[in-house]
């Protein structure tokens, strides 16, 4: 694989970094970039962190399903190479954020996104070992995962959530974000990425924020491609309820 010109750090339950995604590869189908996709644990970000205190219920069992999905992700990329990492993803992804949350009782949606009888049908749809879903319970992995976590975090700072982008690696650009509810319309990918890069390049541009956000435009949280979903207040780049 020739040089990246992304690298782009993921952690596969966040939907932001999922919609982010979904823009990025059709900047990538308009500039023919080379991105490789890196690993970012929001678990592992936030190991030391009350949950129960801090987040709203549900997301320790869903940041752990992160984790454990960059575990399989990673053995992936050490059996098959980079490529199958970005193949993974999508599919996760797909199954994750486009198409309607199982709310049933029996199905807590946010803690099975981490185990075998999710990922192995995702695993025999890209051609993969079921085996491979071993790697769910391995934390022999977490050492690659954390090790690129903090590489993450040095190229931006720790006060950020995912996805981070390094753009021009190894010298150049990388920011956190951005955070985009909404996809582009076909053709303007690039411009959007232009400006983004643009002002992320200057010397002294530090940060360009606001914490209200829509939801994304994801059937998983019920908008329609064509709607803008409601704003909500969010917190240091996750929904803590307290800093």
């Not at 939907?15 to 080379?34: I, L, N």
């Not at 987040?55 to 980079?82: C, N, S």
Request: hydrophobic share 40%; net charge negative.
């Amino acid at each position: 694989m020739s040089q990246a010109n992304i690298n782009f750090y993921f952690d596969p339950v966040c939907p932001f970094a999922w919609m982010t995604s979904k823009w990025v590869r059709m900047v990538m189908a308009e500039r023919d970039y080379e991105v490789e996709w890196r690993f970012i644990s929001l678990r592992l970000i936030n190991s030391s962190v009350d949950y129960d205190a801090q987040f709203p219920p549900g997301y320790e069992a869903g940041h752990t399903a992160g984790l454990r999905l960059l575990r399989l992700a990673a053995q992936v990329r050490a059996d098959h190479g980079a490529r199958a990492v970005g193949d993974l993803y999508a599919r996760l992804g797909a199954h994750i954020f486009d198409s309607e949350e199982d709310t049933s009782a029996d199905t807590p949606t946010r803690s099975h996104r981490g185990t075998r009888e999710f990922v192995e049908p995702i695993l025999a749809e890209a051609g993969l070992p079921e085996a491979l879903a071993d790697a769910l319970d391995d934390e022999s992995l977490d050492a690659v995962i954390q090790a690129e976590t903090d590489e993450a975090l040095a190229l931006t700072g720790k006060d950020v959530g995912t996805p981070i982008i390094h753009f021009e690696p190894p010298g150049g650009v990388a920011f956190f974000g951005p955070v985009i509810s909404r996809l582009p319309a076909q053709g303007k990918a690039g411009e959007l990425w232009d400006h983004v890069v643009g002002l992320a390049s200057f010397p002294g541009f530090a940060e360009l924020k606001r914490s209200l956000r829509e939801r994304p435009q994801l059937r998983s949280f019920g908008v329609p491609e064509d709607d803008a979903g409601l704003q909500e207040d969010w917190h240091g780049g996750s929904r803590r309820t307290r800093k």
